[in-house]
Antibody
Framework: EVQLVESGGGLVKPGGSLRLSCAASGFTFNSYSMNWVRQAPGKGLEWVSSINSGSNYKYYADSVKGRFTISRDSAENSLFLQMNSLRAEDTAVYYC????????????????WGQGTLVTVSS | ETVLTQSPGTLSLSPGERATLSCRASQSVSSSYLAWYQQKPGQAPRLLIYGASSRATGIPDRFSGSGSGTNFTLTISRLEPEDFAVYYCQQYGSSPRTFGHGTKVEIK
């Protein structure tokens, strides 16, 4: 069974930093591109960042470019999101999501999602 | 970026009725790269449809997707109690991948 479990969310002040983690199990992690998607309270979904299986291609939404960094550790079957210079508008539930096609770049749909971790940016 | 407009914003229906949800794109979605997700309160989204009309693993056949170009539709043939939720469309034909704002299907 595919499982994605996020952690690392919490309350942080504007300008602060946070590192999110996503532990993956139940599939061959090395074969899939991975993504972060967020959802502000009461709002819709927003793609945030993607990384391919080899970590040589990384993509970011304009809203987070230069502030967030995506990475992965194949030995630990884990995905990460380092978030710096956080703003109030970054407040959201952050979901880890698997790319829908094995062996492909991060350009498709999301077939499995974690339960999310809440990030609140407030003074 | 491709903007997706979903309509209606809210659909009030009774169990057993047919639901028709619309997703319109601001520009043509290449290769019908359009997906639909269901989200219930407090839960993560669940993939229903990809490639505009292919059902994801384990999705009941009462869910169907259609359309091409800029106009796409999700149809739920007969609503079950567990189908009342918010539905999002997402395009992956161009970068960045974008979502619509959602249609809430509520019990009438």
């Amino acid at each position: 069974e595919v499982q994605l479990v996020e952690s690392g969310g919490g309350l942080v002040k504007p300008g602060g930093s946070l590192r999110l983690s996503c532990a993956a199990s139940g599939f061959t992690f090395n074969s899939y591109s991975m993504n972060w998607v967020r959802q502000a309270p009461g709002k819709g979904l927003e793609w945030v960042s993607s990384i391919n299986s080899g970590s040589n291609y990384k993509y970011y939404a304009d809203s987070v470019k230069g502030r967030f960094t995506i990475s992965r550790d194949s030995a630990e079957n884990s995905l990460f999101l380092q978030m710096n210079s956080l703003r109030a508008e970054d407040t959201a539930v952050y979901y880890c999501a698997r790319e829908g096609i094995a062996g492909a770049g991060p350009h498709y749909y999301f077939d499995y999602w974690g339960q999310g971790t809440l990030v609140t940016v407030s003074s | 970026e491709t903007v997706l407009t979903q309509s209606p914003g809210t659909l009030s229906l009774s169990p057993g009725e047919r639901a028709t949800l619309s997703c319109r794109a601001s520009q043509s979605v290449s290769s019908s790269y359009l997906a639909w997700y269901q989200q219930k309160p407090g839960q993560a989204p669940r993939l229903l449809i990809y490639g505009a009309s292919s059902r994801a693993t384990g999705i009941p056949d009462r869910f169907s997707g259609s359309g091409s170009g800029t106009n796409f539709t999700l149809t739920i043939s007969r609503l079950e109690p567990e189908d009342f939720a918010v539905y999002y469309c997402q395009q992956y034909g161009s970068s960045p991948r974008t979502f619509g704002h959602g249609t809430k299907v509520e019990i009438k």
